[in-house]
């Protein structure tokens, strides 16, 4: 209960200088506004080349992914072109 009043009591003192004492309040926010813009702009362009080079290392590894598939197909294909030379070797030996 007590720390419910002391925060109305905070809140009601701080209405009250912030209204005696608004050139202050205002030449805080004239100086901070620039300050935040500055910060806000380079957290953003942070964020999007991070996000550009997760882009990048996502295509690298989707195309690494499909390179592994083609390899994979090529081997099947040959490993079936083997077993067919060797039909085709023993149909050869029958005749």
């Keep these: 209960m007590s720390l419910l009043i002391g925060g109305i009591v905070s809140a009601v003192f701080g209405l009250i ?31 999007g080349i991070d996000e550009i080079q997760e882009r990048v290392d996502d295509a690298k590894l989707s195309h690494d992914e499909k390179l592994e598939k083609i390899r994979q197909e090529a081997e099947t294909a040959k490993a079936q072109a083997e077993k067919y030379k060797e039909e085709l070797n023993k149909l050869k030996e029958t005749k």
């Design 17 to 47: 200088s912030l209204f005696f004492w608004w050139e202050a309040f205002m030449t805080i926010v004239k100086g901070a506004f620039p300050i935040c813009l500055l910060l806000g702009g380079a957290l953003a362009v942070y964020v």
